[in-house]
Nanobody, 124 residues
Framework: QVQLVESGGGLVEAGGSLSLSCAAS????????MGWFRQAPGKEREFVAA????????YYADSVKGRFTISRDNAKNTVYLQMNNLKPEDAAVYYC?????????????????WGQGTQVTVSS
């Protein structure tokens, strides 16, 4: 059974930083592209960032480019999202997801496995 468990969310002031982690189990981690998505109240879930199985390719939404960094440690079956210079509009529930596809990494429907989410709150 695939499990993705996020951690690291919390409350931070605007301009601050948070680091999210997602520990994966029940899958061959190196076979999967890993992604982060977020969903704010009343909004659709949106793509934030993704990383290829090797870590050699990273993809970002325009809204977070230059502020967020995705990385992975295949030895620990863990993917990370370092978030810097956070803005109030970054507040959302952040979800980790695993995709067996190497393309269309920003599409929700390419990800079969999802974590339960972790809340990020940014105060202005």
């Amino acid at each position: 059974q695939v499990q993705l468990v996020e951690s690291g969310g919390g409350l931070v002031e605007a301009g601050g930083s948070l680091s999210l982690s997602c520990a994966a189990s029940g899958l061959t981690f190196t076979s999967y592209t890993m992604g982060w998505f977020r969903q704010a109240p009343g909004k659709e879930r949106e793509f934030v960032a993704a990383i290829s199985w090797s870590g050699g390719a990273e993809y970002y939404a325009d809204s977070v480019k230059g502020r967020f960094t995705i990385s992975r440690d295949n030895a620990k079956n863990t993917v990370y999202l370092q978030m810097n210079n956070l803005k109030p509009e970054d507040a959302a529930v952040y979800y980790c997801a695993a995709s067996y596809y190497g393309r269309h990494v920003s599409s929700n429907d390419k990800y079969a496995n999802w974590g339960q989410g972790t809340q990020v709150t940014v105060s202005s």
